[in-house]
Nanobody, 124 residues
Framework: QVQLVESGGGLVQVGGSLRLSCAAS????????MGWFRQAPGKEREFVAA????????YYGDSVKGRFTISRDNAKNTLWLQMNSLKPEDTAVYYC?????????????????WGQGTQVTVSS
C-alpha cells in the first residue's frame, strides 16, 4: 500500500519561497511518475507540476512555470516542490500524487494515490 505525506506548507509573504516535501511509503515510488496538484477554496483541483519516474522529464502548469521546480530522490522515496516568487493566487492546499504510469501526466485521473495535503498561504 502506498502512503504519501506532505509537509512544508505554511504562511509566507508575497515574493517569498517555500519548499514542499512528500514522503512516500511502498516500493512503487521509484517506478512511477509523480505530481503536485493544488486546490483553492471554491475552485477545482489544478495541476501544478509532474516528474517522470527517473526525474529527467518535468512539466509545469502555465501559472507556475519559471517559479516552481519539482524534483525527486528515488533512493529516499521523496518528492519536492520548490516554490519561489510566491503570489497570493498560489494560496491553496497542495497535494502530492503518485501516477499509475512511469510517464508524467497532467490529468488527475491518472494518479492512483494522494496525500492529505498541506496548506500554503501567501499574504500580500
Amino acid at each position: 500500500q502506498v502512503q504519501l505525506v506532505e509537509s512544508g506548507g505554511g504562511l509566507v509573504q508575497v515574493g517569498g519561497s517555500l519548499r514542499l516535501s512528500c514522503a512516500a511509503s511502498g516500493r512503487s515510488f521509484s517506478t512511477k511518475a509523480m505530481g503536485w496538484f493544488r486546490q483553492a477554496p471554491g475552485k477545482e483541483r489544478e495541476f501544478v507540476a509532474a516528474i517522470g519516474w527517473i526525474g529527467s522529464y518535468t512539466y509545469y502548469g502555465d501559472s507556475v512555470k519559471g517559479r516552481f521546480t519539482i524534483s525527486r530522490d528515488n533512493a529516499k522515496n521523496t518528492l519536492w516542490l520548490q516554490m519561489n516568487s510566491l503570489k497570493p493566487e498560489d494560496t491553496a492546499v497542495y497535494y502530492c500524487a503518485q501516477s499509475s504510469s512511469v510517464v508524467l501526466t497532467t490529468s488527475s485521473h491518472s494518479y492512483d494515490y494522494w496525500g492529505q495535503g498541506t496548506q500554503v498561504t501567501v499574504s500580500s
